[in-house]
């Protein structure tokens, strides 16, 4: 069974508007941490936004936030006020287990976002 | 966030030869690294786990002769692809960790086998 899970292939969204990335997760550990990564055509794995599982508020940083619904296991990330520049690929991915530096990362199959003028 | 340095961004070898992959953390000790393979259109796929100063942790499937991982100190990995054709024509990618901290990536190496 697939442990990330991103339903959308592509999304498109106009300039200006907000747009939800949808991810699921499947886990059976209690600790865990889902990170949402922006690569775009270059290739680099842009950190955008961490939400650890313990976490009780939904993560934000400027115009991304991540919508953790911990029951449903979903980790959303919203973009606000897509820009142009937000075009790329976006995947969701999962570090299970707790502490230490083992930062290994179980990735989604990505969504590739085009945004519109 | 903490900056990792991967080089070269890009390589075009020739089928046999072989291509060294270099992953270093410049500004923070990693004591893990890891090593991802990404084909076109596709996924991040976790090749091998790298500790510093003991062997590394290879995925299932993935042949540890073919990608020799050393990780000689905190700061540095190496991924060299042996023996490399065709096939092995893809998108590597290394992340370090570090104690506490979060995951960061390197910029990635296109290889290109002819």
């Known amino acids: 069974a697939q442990k990330i899970t991103q339903t959308q292939p592509g999304m498109f969204v106009q300039e200006k508007e907000a747009v939800t990335l949808d991810c699921t997760y499947d886990?059976?550990?209690?600790?865990?941490?889902l990170f949402w990564y922006k690569q775009p055509s270059s290739g680099e794995m842009i950190f955008l936004i961490y939400?650890?599982?313990?976490?009780?508020q939904n993560a934000t940083e400027g115009r991304y936030s991540l919508n953790f619904q911990k029951a449903r296991k979903s980790a959303n990330l919203v973009i606000s006020a897509s820009q142009l520049g937000d075009s790329a690929m976006y995947f969701c991915?999962?570090?299970?287990?707790?502490?230490?530096?083992?930062?290994?990362?179980?990735f989604g199959k990505g969504t590739l976002l085009t945004v519109n003028p | 966030g903490a900056v990792v340095s991967q080089h070269p961004s890009r390589v075009i070898c020739k089928s046999g030869t072989s291509v060294k992959i270099e992953c270093r953390s410049l500004?923070?000790?990693?004591?893990?690294m890891f090593w991802y393979r990404q084909f076109p259109k596709q996924s991040l796929m976790l090749m091998a786990t790298?500790?510093?100063?003991?062997?590394?942790?290879?995925e299932q499937g993935v042949e540890k002769d073919k990608f020799l991982i050393n990780h000689a100190s905190l700061t540095l990995s190496t991924l060299t692809v042996t023996s490399a054709h065709p096939e092995d024509s893809s998108f590597y990618i290394c992340?370090?960790?570090?104690?506490?901290?979060?995951?960061?990536f390197g910029q990635g190496t296109r290889l290109t086998v002819v």
């Open positions: 939400q650890g599982s313990y976490d009780e």
């Open positions: 886990t059976s550990d209690q600790s865990y941490g």
């Open positions: 500004d923070f000790q990693a004591t893990t």
């Open positions: 991915a999962m570090r299970e287990g707790w502490g230490g530096s083992n930062y290994k990362l179980t």
């Open positions: 992340s370090a960790s570090e104690e506490g901290g979060g995951a960061f």
């Open positions: 790298s500790n510093e100063g003991s062997k590394a942790t290879y």
